[in-house]
C-alpha cells in the first residue's frame, strides 16, 4: 500500500459480528464504537492477556478532560432515569460545570455514585459474575479523614458482605484523587489474604503471592504467628501519606474449612479459605472523578480457590500432595493425574462451602450465567465487553459454553482500573508534591521509608532478596531447542543458591557484560559450522566489542565479523584448547595451532595496507600472505600482536567476568561445535575468567550425560568461588551409579505405551501414527533408496509444512537385543515390566528417565546399543571383568583418550561386539540399564506438502551401511534407516515434527528459487514443489516463480523422482530441472557445482540481481562445493573481490534467503 493511499479503516470502528461456535448464532457488538479508551493492542501485536497492563497514571486529570467525562456519564446517568434532557439534568449538568470550572472537581452525589459503581462492575471485562451488577450495595466512605476511620468503615463492609455466608456483593468508595493532595489508598491486593513467610531456603510457608507484603508488613512492626494461613493486617493510607496497619479481629474473618465428600483423610490436610474475595487495590474511575481507594467482593467461583490459589505452583502448590494421597501415578502428566487431583479439589471446596451454608458457585453454573448475561448485554445495549482469557474458567475450559463464545475486549467508563502499587504511588507523589507548601507529611513519609520503603519501592522484596545473591546470566542460541531446554535445567539448578536469569542471545543486551558477575553460555552450532539463527547478533556483537576495544573504539582496519567467524571455525582455533597459552605471543604466532590467529593479524595487515593506498583496494594489490618474506611478516605480526595484546590487558569490557561455554555439536560434521568455540575464544579474548573448560557435548556420544556431568561439576564450582553453600544438584548422573547395589528392578504390571512413555523421556509430543506405504526407489549393493508414506490424519501436533524436520523414534535389533540379554546377569524374564529404582540416599526413587517397561523393550526402543561405549562404561566393565587380560585391556582404553578413540574410529563396535570380545564381563542388568545413554531420534527432512498429501506424510531415506575396520570389519546399518526399510503397510511408527523455519517457502511470491540437492537430499525439494504445483496448479493462485533445480546422483538409476521432476517440468512448476551425475559410464563425471558454474550467468542473476533465494540440502562436502562455485560466479559475474563476494553471500543468509539443511557426511544414523 503506498504511504500516500487512504488509511484503512479500523475494524473495531464498525460493527463487530461474534460467533458461537456451538449454537453457530452471530451477534454484532455495536458497544465498542461508543467507547474512547484505549486498548492494549497495537497494529501487530495482541497485548489482551498480560495481566495489569491498564495502569492509570498518578497525575490530575485536567479539567477539560473531567467535564468531558463527566457530561458523557451524567447522560448514562439521567437516560437509565429516563429523563434525559430534562430540567434536573441540565441544571445538574449546569452545577458540574461551574464546579469544574472552578475547582477542578465535583462531588458525585450517593445517587450517582450507586448508579456509576454499579456500571463501572457491569463494565468490568474480566469478571465472569456481572449478571448481579445492578445488586451492588456501596458504601459511602467519602468523609472519612484518618486511617482509622477507614479500618472500621471496612470492618463494617466485612460485616454487610459476609452476612452469616450468604455474601452480598460490596464496595466502600473512599475519598477521590484531589490536587496537591496525596491518595487515599488500601495497599492491600485484596482486603484478606493470608501472609507468605520466606525460609532462609527460598521456600515458602503460607501464600507465596504475599511472601513481599508480609515482609512489609513486618518491617511495620506486624508480627505474624508463621502459619499457613495467617491473616495479613490492613494497610491504609491517607491525605498525610503515613502507611498505618491494623490486625483484623479474627470474628471479622469468616474461613470455611475443607473436607471432601469421600476422602476421610482429606481433613487431614488442614486447608481452608477466606468466604471474602474482596479487591482492595484497584481505582474505581467514575465521570471523571478516580476513586483511588475502592475495595469491592463479589462472591468466590469453586476453581478461583481450589484450582488457582490451592493448585497454582506459585501459590500453595497442593497438586502433588493430592496426587499422592489419592494413589495417582504422578510420574508423567499423561496420566492426567493433575486433572483428577485438581477435579477432587473442586469438589472438595465445592462440598464444604455447601455445607457451611456459604455462598459459591461453580464454574459451569458461572459460565452459564455469564452467558445469559451477555444475551441480555447484546439485547439491552448492543455489546459485552469481555475479556475471554479471563472469562473462560482455569478448569473445563472447553465444557463450559463461554469458551465457544467469540467475545471483543474493549474498555469503558465507569470502570475498575488496575493502579501503580500503593507504596510506589507513595514515593512518586512525594516527588510530585515535594515543592509545595502545604504539605505536612513528609516527616511520616520518612519514618516509613526507613521501616519498609527501602525494600519495595522500585521492585518487589524478593528481587531485593535475591539482589543479595551472586546473579548467573543463563544465555543460549539453539535452532532446535536443545540448548534453551539444557539453559531451562540450568535455572531450576541454579536458583536454590543463585539469582540466575534465563536469556536467548538475540534477547540479551551485550552491552551490560561488563557488570555480569557470571555468564554461563550455552551454543549449538547449526548447518556446515554455522551459528544458530537467534546467536548471530550476539556474536557479531561480542566481537565488534572486542574489535573496538582493541582499537580504541574504532572500526578502522576492522576485519568483518563472518571473516573473523570463518577463520575461527575452519583453522579450530580456540583459546580454551590452545595448549600453549602461556607462551609469549611471538611464539604463539609461530605455533602451527594457532595459524587461524596468525591468519587473521595478517589480514588486518592487508586491510590496513589497502586503506593506506592512495588508489584505494583492488585486488591486484592484494599480496598473499606466501609472497611476504618471513622475517618481515614475523616482525609486522608481532608488533601488531603485542599492541593487541596490551589491549587485552587494559582495556577489556568483559574483565572480572566469569564465564563457563558448553557447547553442543555432532562430531558427524566437519566443523564440530565451532560457534560455541568461538564464543568461548571470544569471551576469554575479552578479558573474562574462564572458571570451567570449553565442554563440548557430542549429539553422537550422550550429549545428554555429558551435560549433566558438566552442570554438575559448573554448580560445584561457583559454590566454591562465591562461598555459597552446595548441595548436591537434583541432576540425574548416570556415572554415579557404579554398583549393581545402587540399582533395583521392581516387578510391575503393565508398561507404559510408546508414546507416552517416549514423550516423557525426550519432552515432546510424540505419536503413534500408521504406515500407509513402503516401496523401495532404488536397490544396488549396499546401496538403496526407500520412500514410507504415513498417515497423520488431523492431529494437531503433526501439522507440518514444506521443509520441516520429521523425528522418527527407531527401534534396535531385535536379534542385537536377544545376544546383549544373554550376556547380562540377574537380568529378570525379558518379557516382564519393571520399574528400575535408584539409590538416593538411604530411599530408592524411579529412575528419574526411563518408564515402566520390560528389560526387552528398554533395550529395542529407549536405549542406545549401537554406539561404542563410552570412557565411563568400559571402566564399568573392566571392573567387573573376570580376566585380568580383557581387565587390563578395558581399563586402557577407559583411560587412554587417544587408544579410546583410534579404536572408537577403527572399530565403532556396538554394545554387543564389546561384550562378545570381552566375553569375562560380567554385568548386571539393572546397572547397564542406568548407565546406557537414551537413544536418539533421527531426523528427517519431510519430502512432501501437507497440502498435496493432506493427512499423510513422506520420507525419503537413504541406506547407511558401512564396513568397519577399514573397510574389512562386519558390516554396519544405520538404526533408523534400516529400521525405517523393515516397516510394512499397516505397522506403528512413533514420531514428531520438528519445526524448520530456516527452510521454509519464502512468503514473497515473486523472487525466484533455485533448488539443489544431492542423494537423498532431494527430499525437501519434493516436498517445496509440491507445494508450488498445489499453490498453483491446483489452488490456482495465480503464482508465477521461476524455480529450478539443480540435482546430482551417481547414475540413471539413482536419479530419484525423475518421472514427478519431469511432469512438475510440464506442468511449468519447475521452470529447468538439471541432473549431474559422478559415477555414470557413459557421462564425465560431473557435480551439482559444476553445473552452477556452466550456468553462471544466469545463477547470478536470479540470487544477486532478482534477490532470489538458494535451497540447499545434502552433505557437508555437497555444500561446500555449492557454496565454493556461488563464490566464484559472484566474483565473474559480478566483478566482486572474493570478500565482497562472501559478504554477498552473507548479506543472503542475513535475509533468509541461503537456506541449508545439511547433514554429516557418513554418520551413522
Known sequence: MNASGPKPQCPMSRPQGLVNFESSKEVTDILHMKTDEAGVCSGTVCNGSLMNIRRMPLNIRAPSEVLLQAKEFLGEYYKEKKRFDSKDHLVRLQEVTKSINRTGTYHLTYDELEFGAKLAWRNAPRCIGRITWNKLHVIDGRNVKTGREMFELI??????????????????????????????????QQLIAFAGYEQPDGTVIGDPAFKDFTKMCQKMGWKGSGGRFDVLPFVVSTRTGEPEWFEIPQEKVLMVKFKHPEYDWFEELNLKWFAIPAVASMMLDCGGIQYTAAPFNGWYMASEIA?????????????????????????????LWKDKATLELNIAVLHSFKEQEVTIVDHHTAAETFMQFHSNEYRQRGGCPADWAWVVPPISGSLTPVFHQEMSLYYMKPGYEYQIPAWIANERQEKMLSGESSHDGSGAIGKFKKAALAVVFSTTLYAAALAKRVRIAIIYASETGKSQGYADTLYGIFSHRFNPEVACMDDYDVSKLHNETLVVILASTTGVGEPPQNGKEFAKSLYELRERSNANGSDENMLPFWDDYEDVKVN???????????LPIEKKLLSKKNSGFFHRLVRKLRRRKDSESKDGPHLDGIVPSYYLSSSSLYKSNCNLAKSTNSLFKHLDPATDVSFAVFA????????YCSFGKYIDNLMFTLGGDRILELTCGDETENQQETFNAWANQLLEVCCGRFQVDYTTPDIYVASQITSSKQVRLADQNGQVPFAKGLSAVHKKNIETCTVVRSESLYEGGNKWYHKLTVNIGSKPSLQYVAGDHIGILPSNSQLMVHGILQKLVNCPDPAKSVQILTQREDSWVPHPILPVASTRTLLERYLDITSPPSQELLKLMASVATNNKQRSQLNHLATDVNVYHGWRKEKYPNLLEVLNEFSSVKLDAGLLLCRLPILQPRLYSVSSSPDFEEGRLTLTVASLIYATRGGKGPLHEGVCSSYIRKLDPRDKIELFVKSAPEFHVPDDERSPIILIGAGSGIA??????QHYHYQRNINRSGLRREIILYYGCQTRETDLYAEEKASMCRARVLKEAYLAMSRDPKMPKTYVQDLLLVNGKEVYKQLVLKAGHIYICGSENMADGVSTAFLSIIQDHGRKTPDQARNIIQKMKDERRYHEDIFGNGSPA
Open 664 to 671: 553442543l555439536g555432532s562430531t558427524n560434521y566437519k566443523y
Open 307 to 335: 484450582t488457582r490459589d490451592l493448585c497454582d505452583v506459585q501459590r500453595y502448590n497442593m497438586l502433588s500432595v493430592l496426587g499422592e494421597k489419592l494413589g495417582l501415578d504422578t510420574k508423567s502428566p499423561m496420566s
Open 155 to 188: 470492618l463494617e463492609h466485612l460485616d454487610y458482605a459476609t452476612n452469616e455466608g450468604n455474601i452480598r456483593s460490596t464496595i466502600t468508595v473512599f475519598p477521590q484523587r484531589r490536587t496537591g493532595q496525596r491518595d487515599f489508598r488500601v495497599w492491600n
Open 572 to 582: 579450530g582455533i580456540s583459546a580454551s584448547t590452545s595448549s600453549d597459552s602461556g
Open 1020 to 1025: 525437501p525439494l519434493r516436498g517445496i514443489w
